[in-house]
């Protein structure tokens, strides 16, 4: 059986040296038969040098994908797994927050039931903030309740799985991946192993709040088609209250006429309908654009380098 770890590295000019040797030194004389496949994601720092440096020295055991620029994570994760070559494919991050011994473990867990194709590891305590906290499990709360796939809390793509399971992920080749919902989308038999993410050493994170904003409405505009049916329910019950409201506007014009004032009412109520009808708009735009993106069918990465590939 061959293992390989998919490992995206985005700016990780001090990591990826000392990945290499961490997994070499876990790895000795457990595992035999692996490789890692680099994938620089448009780094702009020495990474690329520092991974020509680690394939001069293991050519037999590493391959580096070079993007020509940055593509995300995401496009990152999909050309490693296209170019793993293992029966057991596990992606891991390049800045050791996710120790190879979680890996051993991993693979113990996947060994004990042949019926299991995937284990993935989620944090059990984060490292961050209540309101961050707070923030995520609401954004999993609602995922949840109005996505058509299940995702879990403190899950990320931390994951060992077997061939099956990664050749189904090739499969789904969309343009816009939110790998949570597309490992939870292919189905499997997935178990959840509990780990605490290390500090990261060196360099920095590359998310921020702002980012994982984006991310959250991506993951839902991707997995759940909710929002649209929810406005569409927003329209129905405003049209219904303006038509009761029409109905008291007639009647009392007709039996009382009506006095002047009503500034206020009509200023609400324009602000409130004006408001809500950008709203659909914009959320329209949203699913909008992503058919946009998709249909043009652009790759998902443009490769400029692959070293160790395959004649
Ligand atoms: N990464 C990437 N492309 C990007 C951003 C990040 O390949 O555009 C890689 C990064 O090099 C790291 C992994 O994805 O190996 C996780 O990134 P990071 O450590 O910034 O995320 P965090 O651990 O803070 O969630
Ligand atoms: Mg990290």
Known sequence: MKLSLVVPCYNEEENVQRFFDETERVFGGVINNYEIVFVNDGSTDKTQENLKEIYKMHSDKVQVLTFSRNFGKEAAIYAGLSSSKGDLVCIIDADLQQRPE???????VMGE???TDCVTAYQENRKESKIMSGVKSAFYKVINKIADVDFVNGASDFRLM???????????SEYHRFSKGIFSWVGFNTIYIPYTVAEREFGESKWNFIKLLKYAVDGIISFSTF?????????LITSFASVVYLIAVIIQKLFFGIDVPGYATIVVLVLFLGGIQLFCLGLLGEYLSKIYVQVKNRPIYVLKEHLGKDD
């Open 102 to 108: 979680v890996v051993l473990e991993m693979l113990r």
């Open 227 to 235: 929002p649209l049916k929810f406005v569409t329910a927003i329209g």
């Open 113 to 115: 039931d042949d019926n």
């Open 162 to 172: 077997k061939r099956t399971m990664v050749d189904a992920i090739l499969n789904m």
